[in-house]
């Protein structure tokens, strides 16, 4: 076991390197640069030694490997540099943005989680009954819905709710409080996101939740947990959920992983400042270091999300525990 | 003494696109206190089904349990709530199924897997229910049992498992144990140990046994009574030595030419059942063997036989012609001579 935890952990160390060389390489093969926007944005012709002048501030100028290798030590030491669009620590920009995401992804994938393992079970154990087919049509209806629309009209809906009864129009806070400074101003901003990306997460979650659950109760181990006259409360707590969970799991961790970078459309919606948007725009800026921090990141979230998905799958499966 | 357990005209059908199959088509038999009781036919004759319908385990939907009564030490268990019957099923009548490989749950220890039926029917706390669970593993014959309860199903082979599956059977000192083909999935020589063990603590405990097979090796090596199955019906019973020597139905006398057998020139060529069994959905108002019958008459395709008391005292046969049969197979005797008894 221990083996096994070691040997996933040392796996993350190339998986880390690959993507910084292909993030590397992928932003220097679009063509134009961070100067060129810098100088061009004003629409008008600009100055090539204007140009020479901001890669030699930039350090663009150096040999191409000599920039990899600079890029690489500074992530050995946890440095990556200053942002080439503001100037500012790249650090500076990310910390600034990362809380928002973050406590939505989290609520989003806390909500999801909740309302879809019961809901999913349920709908399981009462197989064609109105309640399966509200939780199906649910479902159908959390994947089909893009989140920007389901933003945009959940903010709608809040706008005149609030108009009609309160008489004056209510939008939700735009500027990020942190949740223990002011929790009742910071949850008005967060949970509208949340739960805009949470019923996607949700619809999904329950699918996998429901079809599972259906698998598992037709297993031989069900038939005898019922031949020894367990009460049904425990034959489906302690032998069917914990059988049906462990797609699950997988299911959640990916998905959470996937929140904490791509949120770009639900924070463009709902006007945050969060690291979606702040990736968009480094991108758009042809901003090297910070989207290569962002993509590690991204990547280094991923590879954790795996990794404790990876232990929960051990501990939830003897069968790989002890292998 | 009335008997144990008396089921009579017992139906289970299945709701089907293809139509209603009735698996279990109005089967009455008993077993008594102690007694063996093994039910014989091929795959889809109502065996599993019937064996399962005692504990009311048929999935409904489709499966459903449409008429008959099953009297267990007095009551009716079709008649008990789902309540009253979860307390019988694991406490009054234990199961042991066919596949040890799946039967089993992977997550679970096999130590909680034995003292959580304690905890439900006994009501004993963790360390009792523990301490009799180490007693139990002991009793099927397993080394070592404190630390086989803390492993996991997939630690143990196939021939343990089914040994840990009896052990939970038995945890509640129930007066009934139903093995469904307990050792169709198990190598020979486990078979032979599962069976033996079996034999051993059913007859040591006081505990009546019906064992669902279609070995006849089994059948007759273990079994006080056989009830012989097609299509959903008993079409004989009787004690098992009769059952072998003089049967009195064609598809028994066509289950035991198609045992391969040691003890005869391999030259011999096995004699198989011939034909399909029957479409379930299907049947018509004749006896339904009738189309593999080498023995059948135009009273077979007309109504369907009874089963019925032979000359033979104690075997029924559900057969026109059983009567006969003995005159006519006049060489099965002599054929079936070296068959174990």
């Given at each position: 076991m221990y083996l096994y935890i070691i040997k996933r952990v040392l796996l993350v160390i190339p998986t880390l390197i690959g993507a910084a060389a292909l993030v590397f390489l992928l932003m220097r093969l679009i063509p134009g640069d961070v100067c060129v926007i810098r100088l061009g944005s004003s629409g008008g012709t600009f100055d090539p030694k204007a140009v020479a002048l901001c890669h030699q501030e930039l350090g663009m100028n150096r040999p191409i490997w000599v920039q990899f290798f600079d890029f690489m030590w500074g992530i050995v030491r946890f440095d990556f540099g200053t942002?080439?669009?503001?100037?500012?620590?790249v650090t500076t920009e990310i910390w600034a943005r990362l809380p928002v995401s973050l406590e939505i992804a989290l609520l989003g994938s806390v909500l999801a989680t909740v309302i879809a393992i019961p809901l999913g079970t349920l709908s399981a154990l009462r197989q064609n009954s109105w309640l399966d087919v509200f939780v199906r049509v649910f479902a159908i209806g959390g994947i089909a819905t893009p989140s920007f629309w389901l933003g945009i009209i959940s903010l709608l809906i809040v706008l005149d709710l609030t108009s009609f009864f309160l008489g004056a129009a209510w939008m939700p806070p735009i500027d990020y409080v942190p949740f223990f400074e002011d929790p009742i101003r910071n949850l008005s901003m967060v949970l509208l996101p949340a739960i805009t990306i949470g019923y996607r997460y949700s619809a999904i979650t329950m699918r996998m939740t429901r079809s599972t659950m259906l698998e598992v109760m037709r297993e031989d181990y069900i038939r005898t947990a019922r031949a020894k006259g367990l009460i049904h409360k425990l034959i489906i707590n302690r032998h069917a959920l914990k059988n049906a969970m462990l797609p699950v799991v997988t299911l959640i961790g990916i998905e959470f992983a996937f929140l904490i970078g791509g949120l770009v459309v639900t924070e463009q919606v709902f006007n945050l400042n969060g690291v979606g948007r702040l990736f968009v725009q480094a991108v758009q800026n042809q901003d090297y270091t910070l989207t290569q921090a962002l993509v590690m990141m991204t990547v280094v979230v991923f590879v954790f999300c795996n990794l404790v998905v990876d232990l929960l799958y051990a501990w939830l499966d003897p069968r790989i525990r002890y292998s | 003494m009335p008997a144990l357990l008396e089921i009579q005209n017992l139906h289970t059908e299945f709701r089907t696109g293809a139509g209603t199959i009735h698996a279990v088509d109005g089967i009455t038999y008993s077993v008594n206190a102690g007694e063996t009781v093994a039910i014989v036919g091929e795959s889809g004759s109502g065996k599993s089904v019937g064996a399962l319908s005692i504990l009311r385990l048929i999935p409904d939907p489709p499966g459903r349990i449409t008429q008959g009564t099953v009297l267990f030490g007095g009551r009716d268990l079709m008649t008990l709530t789902e309540e009253q019957m979860r307390q019988v099923r694991g406490s009054e009548i234990g199961m042991v199924f066919q596949e040890p490989m799946t039967s089993l749950n992977p997550v679970l220890t096999i130590g909680r897997q034995i003292t959580e039926t304690l905890e439900q029917h006994r009501g004993v706390d963790r360390a009792t229910a523990q301490k009799r669970a180490v007693e139990l593993v002991g009793l099927v014959g397993i080394a070592d049992p404190i630390r086989r309860l803390k492993q996991y199903p997939h630690q143990l082979s196939g021939g343990m498992r089914q040994r840990i599956m009896i052990a939970i059977a038995l945890a509640c000192d129930p007066k009934l144990i139903i093995a469904d083909?307990?050792?169709?999935?198990?190598d020979v020589t486990i078979q032979a140990q599962i069976l033996e063990l079996m034999k051993d603590l059913t007859h040591r405990l006081g505990i009546a046994l019906i064992i669902i097979t279609h070995n006849l090796g089994v059948v007759a090596r273990y079994a006080n009574r056989v009830n012989v199955m097609y299509a959903g019906r008993i079409v004989e019973s009787g004690p098992a030595r009769a059952i072998y020597h003089t049967p009195r139905h064609p598809y028994t006398i066509a289950l035991l030419r198609s045992v391969p057998r040691?003890?005869?020139?391999?030259?011999?060529r096995l004699d198989p059942v011939e034909g399909q069994p029957p479409d379930l959905t299907r049947l018509d108002a004749g006896c339904s063997f009738r189309p593999r019958c080498r023995f059948a008459i135009a009273a077979c395709a007309a109504s369907r036989p009874r089963l019925e008391a032979t000359s033979n005292p104690g075997q029924s046969a559900a057969c026109f012609r059983a009567d006969e049969l003995a005159s006519l197979t006049g060489t099965n005797e002599a054929a079936l001579a070296g068959a174990p008894a």
């Open positions: 942002s080439m669009w503001s100037g500012k620590p | 083909e307990p050792t169709t999935a198990l040691l003890d005869r020139p391999r030259q011999a």
